[in-house]
């Protein structure tokens, strides 16, 4: 089991020293859902949504949220980004949005948090903008899809048990 990088030998809570480490590039996706009434995804599907376009918002938002990790997480590193990309994969049957945040950069340092961050932020926009028509969507999945570069290697998230 791998330690917890970010104690140091008395337990106290620090930000990982990644000096040493070369600059390489990193990629993570991460995944979110959103579920909501029929009505709720016909409104976004048709944007028909009184505040706007629920999806070009949500993907602005992913965008600036993933840039600002380091902002919100405590321990996580400023980091160079240089791509962001927000997808969303609409489930028409199950009245669900599906969403995907893919983060790269060249650094020090994973990118895991912020695709996290970016999927998570999308879908807590898409409940803002829709909240009025459904106050009982439901934000769930998220999780680490894939992820490269840096020391651990490469992950990708198997299928569900």
Request: with cysteine; charged share 25%.
């Given at each position: 089991?791998?330690?917890f990088?970010?104690?140091?030998?008395?337990?106290?809570?620090?930000?990982?020293?990644?000096?040493?480490?070369?600059?390489?590039?990193?990629?993570?996706?991460?995944?979110?859902?959103?579920?909501?009434?029929?009505?709720?995804?016909a409104?976004?599907?048709?944007?028909?949504?009184?505040?706007?376009?629920?999806?070009?918002?949500?993907?602005?938002?992913?965008?600036?949220?993933?840039?600002?990790?380091?902002?919100?997480?405590?321990?996580?590193?400023?980091?160079?980004?240089?791509?962001?990309q927000?997808?969303?994969?609409?489930?028409?049957?199950?009245?669900?949005?599906?969403?995907?945040?893919?983060?790269?950069?060249?650094?020090?340092?994973?990118v895991?948090?912020?695709?996290?961050?970016?999927?998570?932020?999308?879908?807590?926009?898409?409940?803002?903008?829709?909240?009025?028509?459904?106050?009982?969507?439901?934000?769930?999945?998220?999780?680490?899809?894939?992820?490269?570069?840096?020391?651990?290697?490469?992950?990708?998230?198997?299928?569900?048990?």
């Amino acid at each position: 089991m791998a330690e917890f990088t970010h104690l140091d030998d008395e337990g106290r809570v620090r930000m990982v020293d990644v000096t040493a480490k070369a600059a390489t590039v990193r990629t993570a996706v991460a995944g979110a859902r959103v579920r909501m009434r029929a009505e709720t995804f016909a409104l976004i599907r048709d944007q028909k949504v009184k505040k706007g376009n629920v999806l070009e918002t949500a993907r602005i938002a992913g965008i600036m949220a993933a840039k600002r990790t380091a902002d919100l997480i405590p321990m996580c590193h400023p980091l160079n980004i240089t791509h962001v990309q927000i997808d969303f994969l609409p489930e028409e049957e199950a009245h669900a949005i599906g969403i995907r945040a893919g983060v790269r950069a060249l650094d020090q340092t994973g990118v895991e948090m912020e695709a996290l961050t970016a999927a998570a932020v999308a879908a807590l926009t898409i409940y803002d903008m829709c909240k009025s028509h459904d106050r009982e969507m439901v934000l769930s999945e998220i999780q680490l899809l894939q992820k490269s570069g840096g020391k651990s290697g490469a992950y990708k998230r198997g299928p569900h048990p």
